[in-house]
């Protein structure tokens, strides 16, 4: 990364915060409690006990009927008072990375 998009993503940051880019990885980084609140939920699944090959080439997850797992959900909240700023936040991000050239699935301006 050249120290020009390096200081124009860290004028972002500073600007409108609540996140952290990986552009090796293509990825944004979204913390909890900047654009909405993460919640880890204890959850019981059912064992995966094996699998059965069907006719069709497919297979078929069998799962215990009796044995249980421990497990964790997450559940992102987003509040509706904030969805049009939600929304402005994450245009103005599309924006700073299409003029520092990435693709985010718009045309680059």
Known sequence: MNKTKKKI?????????????NL???EIVLYDGG???IEAKPIKLHK???YKNLPNGCRQVIFSKKKLVKSTEYEATLWF???DETINYL?????MLQRIGY???GKIK
């Open 81 to 83: 008072e904030e969805l």
């Open 103 to 105: 693709k985010t699935g």
């Open 91 to 95: 245009r103005r991000m599309r924006d």
């Open 24 to 26: 090796k990885e293509r």
């Open 9 to 21: 993503i860290e004028e972002w940051i500073a600007t409108n915060g609540a996140c952290d880019f």
């Open 48 to 50: 995966i006990v094996g």
């Open 35 to 37: 654009l909405f609140s």
